[in-house]
């Protein structure tokens, strides 16, 4: 079965420093992945893919994420969070079987302290 | 322009009402989603659209009826619910291009806040 792990309920950060939001996954196949970013009673904003190619993957606002197949993660970092990062963070699996259905991760909420 | 728009914002209904929620998009896009989302939660998907045919359904009460009267619209009719039934309604579009679905982002709305009394 194919399934999409965020190991981390919350992230706590301070302004400035690096953050770091875990993505773990589970497919067969080639997996690809995404990330969104949701604040409150928003709907969800996409940050950045990976579907092939370069394993470091740059996005919006200053994220990036890294694909490591052998460690099946994908990882969302920025180098200097702002206190405006607060959000919840979500990772997704798209089914390679060509439909159109995305695995969430169960989310990350990161709060980043001023 | 990567925008989705819904409407009504915020919807109170009571168990015995219908009402509809609207989603559009002017993106070109041809596939068109509808999920719910409760608080703290990944949102669930609900149905697909692809070039305005139902594509997917994912076993949802007939309470709530999609429609998809062109490529640009995409409506949920609502009647009869039930208080468990409210939720953040979160419309989606991608572009759907033959055989690539797997790859697309998919582009969200920000969502209708429904509240069943």
């Known amino acids: 079965a194919q399934s999409v792990a965020q190991p981390e309920d919350q992230v706590n950060v301070a302004e400035g420093n690096p953050l770091t939001v875990k993505c773990t996954y589970s497919?067969?196949?080639?997996?690809?992945l995404f990330w969104y970013v949701q604040y409150p009673n928003r709907g969800l904003q996409f940050l950045l893919k990976?579907?092939?190619?370069?394993?470091l993957v740059k996005g919006s606002y200053g994220f990036e994420a890294e694909f490591n197949k052998s460690q099946t993660s994908f990882h969302l970092k920025k180098p200097s969070a702002l206190v405006s990062d607060s959000a919840l963070y979500f990772c997704?699996?798209?089914?390679?079987?060509?439909?159109?259905?995305?695995?969430f991760g169960t989310g990350t909420r990161l709060k980043v302290l001023a | 322009d990567t925008e989705v728009t819904q409407t009504p914002k915020h919807l109170v209904m009571g168990m015995t009402n219908k009402k509809s929620l609207k989603c559009e998009q002017h993106?070109?896009?041809?596939?068109m989603y509808w999920y719910k989302q409760k608080a703290k939660k990944p949102p669930e998907l609900m149905f697909v659209?692809?070039?305005?045919?139902?594509?997917i359904n994912e076993s949802v009460p007939s309470r709530f009826s999609p429609e998809c009267p062109n490529s640009s619209l995409l409506n949920l009719h609502l009647h009869a619910l039930q208080p468990e039934d409210s939720a953040l309604y979160l419309c989606?579009?991608?572009?759907?291009?033959?055989?690539?679905?797997?790859?697309?982002?998919?582009?969200f709305g920000p969502g209708t806040r429904l509240t069943v009394l």
């Open positions: 989606a579009s991608s572009q759907d291009l033959s055989g690539r679905a797997s790859t697309d982002t998919q582009y």
């Open positions: 993106m070109g896009h041809r596939a």
């Open positions: 497919v067969s196949g080639n997996p690809y």
């Open positions: 659209y692809s070039y305005e045919k139902l594509s």
């Open positions: 997704a699996v798209s089914l390679t079987s060509g439909t159109y259905k995305y695995i």
């Open positions: 990976y579907i092939t190619g370069d394993n």
